[in-house]
């Protein structure tokens, strides 16, 4: 038996190049085999230039090789089958496995090995690296994109749909050549283009063509038919397009799609190209690859043209047909969302309108204002609720045996440890002294609250706000979101601030409304948004560094995880008390703008909390309220009063919704 040569190797690829000094062993099977095995893994290295080669320099077949794979964008992972021998020549199948996108592609080639002497060399040909490849042809990929998946807003209502728009642009069928330029560039003012780069469009289009300058979804104040018309060769063309209801729609909520950013395609792990469509920001990029579905893609061969101007015959060599991506289903009322926005569309700040149905826990809308800048505060922002957490104060009262009408004491002022805590601007004094709790909730008495510390403990508000379905997991939103933090312990000062709603509380105004819903509903309710069970993951809680960057005022503050639900929730008997007392607001505290609106009673809760350290400290204005099946919590960032503010905005919503 003829012995293997061996070498002391330092590097381990350097066994790929030894193909060409191997020995044969008794009738040269082992050498075979090896050789085979060391031709599949340097195929699937790209790279064969060390190879012993028959049919084609080394050099020249390793560049053909690198060429005929280049376009595939990935290595293969090759395996050698069974070796048969016949004297000097051996033939093995090669297994190729590809992964061309989200396809698998699999084949087998025949490979053939002669000995020489002692050695086997490669019998190269295009037809080892694919079966029916010829010289001169090289592989490269298409991809066939896969039709993305909708949103659906509550009953599989379709979110983005065909929508009339207006095509408006010069029609040079329609002037005189020499109007062209003055016509384009009077067009391009009118639509507020970049007037020599439309002029130039305009010039270079043929004397048929139509160049558009804007797509319209209506005609506006400063773009009217009349001024499109009024232009020689201007036209608008009535047409329709896959849209959503309006520009921005639910925006923050949903995210958007758009081609990946290269940022994207390096964290994809591969799963992302360049060119493709991927969500960004919102339920978009929560169930992108849901939504995405799976791109189809073909392997096709292109030969060399022989002349120029030919095109270049091609072959499919494999094909995978897309699959379209999943229907996203949610409970999101079209009309309610856009109501929504529109409400907001005047706000300066940050500020965020919630709607939930309390007996479903469905979240109807969850609009954030213009003045958050496409951060989703409606579900991510983090604030001191002020005010407004005096229902979580009160149902903790109620634990303690007060009732509605127990008496507390409501001063001007109260000083704990030192800081001094006051009622807001224009309190009345007809609600001072010893009054009972409902005067007190209807009026907002700070101090009344602020007095009741001894008989609550934080870890009693703690409680009571888990009991209102606060600071707990929300395993059916399927949404990241902010749901609300409450520290189980504090003292002095920091637990008088608890207790109308400051220090270390935060409320989201997804949060503000859960607590409100479960008031409405007589016990906790747990958000719905996304109502595919098989949608994915739907872990809800997030803090700021997990779902974007929150707004100034409170990214210093990161959330605690939420809790599983509360072990003694609200009951229906103590929810009742809380509705009375949310009602007095209305009929008798200052919220009684809200007993106009028409339906069912309104019950109301107002808020107004301070942050920063100006004098006089700025305030954040909230107000939640429960109208029928309908819970609705409002904030205005930095906005004053809740009730002044947030009021407002809240019974022109509730109006019109009916």
Not at 474 to 501: N, Q
């Amino acid at each position: 038996m003829g012995k293997m040569r061996t070498r002391n190797l330092v590097l381990g690829f350097v066994a790929l190049v030894m193909v060409g000094s191997l020995t044969a062993c008794d009738d040269g099977r082992a050498g075979a085999k090896s050789a085979a095995k060391q031709l599949a893994s340097s195929l699937a290295a790209l790279d064969v230039g060390s190879l012993a080669v028959e049919g084609k320099d080394a050099s020249a077949a390793n560049d053909q090789l690198k060429a005929v794979f280049e376009g595939l964008d990935a290595k293969p992972s090759v395996q050698s089958g069974d070796v048969k021998l016949d004297g000097e020549t051996a033939t093995f199948p090669l297994n190729y496995s590809w992964n061309i996108g989200s396809a698998k592609w699999e084949y087998s080639s025949e490979a053939t090995l002669k000995k020489s002497g002692d050695k086997w060399a490669v019998q190269w040909n295009p037809q080892l690296l694919a079966p029916e490849l010829s010289d001169g042809e090289t592989l490269s990929v298409k991809t066939v994109p896969a039709q993305r998946g909708q949103i659906l807003g509550a009953g599989d209502a379709p979110i983005v749909q065909d929508r009339p728009v207006f095509r408006v642009g010069i029609d040079k069928t329609k002037l005189a050549a020499d109007q062209a330029d003055s016509a384009a560039r009077a067009m391009a003012a009118l639509l507020g283009l970049d007037v020599e780069e439309y002029a130039k469009q305009v010039a270079a289009s043929g004397p048929q063509a139509f160049v558009e300058g804007i797509v319209l979804r209506a005609y506006t104040p400063e773009i009217t038919e009349a001024k499109i018309t009024a232009i020689p060769g201007g036209v608008s063309i009535l047409d329709s397009m896959a849209l959503a209801p309006t520009r921005t729609f639910a925006r923050a909520l949903l995210g958007s799609v758009g081609q990946a950013s290269a940022e994207q395609i390096e964290k994809s792990n591969g799963a992302l190209r360049a060119g493709d469509t991927t969500g960004t920001g919102g339920l978009q990029q929560k169930y992108d690859s849901l939504l995405r579905g799976k791109d189809g893609v073909e392997v096709v061969a292109k030969q060399e043209a022989k002349s120029e101007g030919e095109t270049p015959a091609s072959k499919v060599f494999f094909s995978s047909l897309p699959v379209p991506g999943t229907t996203l289903k949610t409970t999101l009322d079209l009309k309610l969302q856009q109501l929504a926005e529109e409400t907001l569309a005047g706000v300066g700040p940050a500020s965020a309108i919630v709607a939930l149905k309390p007996s479903t826990g469905a979240v109807l809308a969850a609009a954030s204002g213009p003045g958050s800048n496409g951060y989703n505060t409606a579900m991510l922002g983090q604030y001191a609720p002020g005010s407004t957490f005096k229902i979580v104060d009160s149902l903790a009262l109620f634990r303690d045996g007060a009732t509605p009408d127990s008496k507390v004491e409501c001063t001007p002022t109260l000083t704990v440890d030192g800081r001094t805590f006051k009622n807001s601007e224009g309190y009345p004094e007809s609600s001072l002294g010893s009054v009972t709790l409902r005067d007190a909730f209807a009026h907002s008495c700070n101090t009344a609250f602020i007095n009741a510390r001894d008989t609550v403990s934080q870890d009693q508000l703690e409680s009571a706000a888990m009991a209102l379905g606060v600071a707990v997991e929300a395993p059916k939103l399927g949404a990241d979101a902010f749901l609300g933090s409450v520290p189980g312990a504090a003292e002095g000062t920091e637990h008088a601030a608890s207790m109308i709603g400051q220090g270390k509380v935060l409320f989201s105004p997804l949060s503000a409304a859960i607590m409100a819903a479960s008031v409405g509903n007589g016990a906790p309710v747990s958000p719905q948004l996304v109502l595919n069970p098989e949608a994915g993951n739907s872990s809800a809680a997030a803090t700021p560094t997990e779902s974007g960057s929150a707004p100034a005022s409170s990214a210093s503050v990161s959330a605690a995880p939420a809790s599983p639900p509360s072990s003694k929730p609200i009951t229906k008997e103590e929810a009742a008390a809380l509705s009375d007392m949310m009602r007095a607001v209305v009929t008798s505290g200052h919220a009684g703008f809200l007993a106009q609106v028409p339906g069912a009673p309104v019950g109301a809760k107002t808020g107004t909390a301070e942050f920063g350290n100006e004098d006089p400290p700025k305030t954040h204005a909230w107000i939640v309220a429960v109208h029928g099946d309908l819970a609705v919590a409002v904030f205005v960032e930095d906005g004053g009063l809740g009730a002044t503010t947030s009021g407002p905005l809240l019974k022109s919503f509730l109006t019109a919704a009916g």
